[in-house]
């Protein structure tokens, strides 16, 4: 069993910076794939970014990329989401997640979910 707990978000303008954390509890936090995941009112939870557990391999929604960095620290059972040059079109409630295997890093899949946190940028 994982807990995954989400910090960092906040209200920010168009074109400000925000730095998400996911802190992980329970078995070895190397072992999993860490995604985030956003959900924004009226429309479904999409994918934003994701890590590897092996090789540290970054994916990205085309939507963010570039603009968003997903980073972990294995020592600090901490995953990251460094979101630059915020849009409004980035408000959501922003969700960690981990699994230790997936057929499809970009989907709902994980096995394990954080309460989320919110994101309200601002025009």
């Known amino acids: 069993q994982v807990q995954l707990v989400e910090s960092g978000g906040g209200l920010v303008q168009a074109g400000g910076s925000l730095r998400l954390s996911c802190a992980a509890s329970?078995?070895?936090?190397?072992?999993?794939?860490m995604g985030w995941f956003r959900q924004a009112p009226g429309k479904e939870r999409e994918f934003v970014a994701a890590?590897?557990?092996?090789?540290?391999?970054?994916y990205y929604a085309d939507s963010v990329k570039g603009r968003f960095t997903i980073s972990r620290d294995n020592a600090k059972n901490t995953v990251y989401l460094q979101m630059n040059s915020l849009k409004p079109e980035d408000t959501a409630v922003y969700y960690c997640?981990?699994?230790?295997?997936?057929?499809?890093?970009?989907?709902?899949?994980?096995?394990?979910w954080g309460q989320g946190t919110q994101v309200t940028v601002s025009s």
């Open positions: 329970g078995r070895t936090f190397s072992a999993y794939h």
């Open positions: 997640a981990a699994s230790p295997r997936l057929t499809n890093i970009y989907s709902r899949e994980y096995d394990y």
């Open positions: 890590q590897t557990r092996i090789g540290g391999t970054t």
